[in-house]
């Protein structure tokens, strides 16, 4: 981790749920995505990733064992990071 990541809590990430214009944010792995851009491409379809919609995904996303190309194609759409929940 960076100095320069920007931190958000999960309450900052729920903002971002794709509803009435907000854009859509999901977490994987502590990392926040920006999948706007890429949700109308996912092979797998915009609702699934619209199911977890400014919500932590890692779930999802690892449950279907995603291809290592596709873990690559995250990097693109990072945002920043969870906040260390440990502090609160
Ligand atoms: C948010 C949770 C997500 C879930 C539940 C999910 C689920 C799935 C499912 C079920 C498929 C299979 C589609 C099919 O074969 O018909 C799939 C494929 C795929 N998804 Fe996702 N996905 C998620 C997020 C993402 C994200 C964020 C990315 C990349 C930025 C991504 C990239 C891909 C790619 C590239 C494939 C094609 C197969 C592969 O390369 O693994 N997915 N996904």
Do not use: C
Not at 13 to 23: I, S
Not at 54 to 78: C, I, R, V
Request: glycine letters at 10%; a negative charge; zero cysteines.
């Amino acid at each position: 981790m960076s100095n320069s990541t920007i931190r958000y809590s999960l309450a900052d990430v729920a903002k971002y749920n794709g509803k009435n214009g907000a854009r859509t944010w999901i977490v994987i792995h502590d990392n926040i995505y920006d999948v706007t851009d890429y949700m109308q491409q996912h092979p797998g379809g915009p609702e699934l990733i619209d199911d977890y919609a400014g919500k932590d995904a890692t779930s999802g996303f690892d449950e279907f064992g995603h291809s290592s190309d596709a873990t690559k194609m995250l990097k693109k759409y990072l945002v920043g990071e969870l906040e260390d929940v440990s502090i609160h």
